[in-house]
């Protein structure tokens, strides 16, 4: 069992849809969640940076965590032709520094 | 700001070559991690230096190395290519070891 897995997608939405991103992992000890957006052919983008369980926002995008579930959520309120991009979940230990990613999410957003 | 730097964009070489691939971290960065990329698998933590120092590597064989120098800039090296070693590297640098991280735009290695 991979420690993260994430739903390969594609997902293909229109523009102003709410889009859900989701991840869940095995590892109890992970405490920092993120999110970065991928464009093709580019380096991966931090989107969103969170500790422990809770929420946070920031502009169109909320990104939620819920450790007793092992479940992290991306939503993007919204959205645009320009989010058209591969997400990808990734987390973290406390005391450790290597990043644990899902796979990727390819989302296309169409006009 | 400058974000993460890498070089070259694309790399190819045959099998039983050697690669080196550089990376130079945002200024004030101190931590260079190196992540590979591979078609299919996602990204995999391969090694990760902080003051000059390897303080940790993934679940990757030896013949994939590096170091970091007194300018915290990075290179990765390759020995011995493999097919299967085809895929994008990825560098990302932190201000501090556990900080948020920042990541360039790769090298695409090709081993034919």
């Known amino acids: 069992q991979k420690e993260v897995e994430q739903d390969p997608g594609p997902l293909s939405v229109p523009e102003g849809a709410i889009v859900s991103l989701n991840c869940t992992y095995s590892n109890s000890a992970f405490q920092y969640f993120m999110w970065y957006r991928q464009y093709s052919r580019k380096g991966p983008e931090l989107l969103m940076y969170?500790?422990?369980?809770g929420n946070k926002e920031d502009g169109r995008f909320t990104a939620q965590v819920d450790k007793s579930s092992k479940y992290i959520s991306l939503f993007i309120r919204d959205s645009q032709p320009s989010d058209s991009a591969t997400y990808l979940c990734a987390m973290s230990a406390a005391g450790a520094n290597n990043l644990f990613f899902g796979t990727g999410t390819r989302l296309t957003v169409i006009p | 700001e400058a974000g993460v730097t890498q070089s070259p964009t694309h790399l190819i070489k045959t099998r039983g070559q050697q690669a080196t691939l550089r990376c130079s971290p945002i200024s004030g960065h101190t931590s260079v991690y190196w992540y590979q990329q591979a078609l299919g698998l996602g990204l995999q933590f391969l090694l990760w230096?902080?003051?000059?120092?390897?303080?940790n590597r993934g679940n990757f064989p030896p013949r994939f190395s590096g170091r970091q120098f007194p300018n915290y800039s990075s290179e990765l090296n390759v020995n011995a290519l493999e097919l299967e070693d085809s895929a994008l590297y990825l560098c990302a640098s932190s201000s501090t070891a556990r900080d948020k991280q920042f990541f360039g735009p790769g090298t695409r290695l090709t081993v034919l």
């Open positions: 230096y902080d003051e000059g120092e390897e303080r």
């Open positions: 969170t500790y422990s369980s």
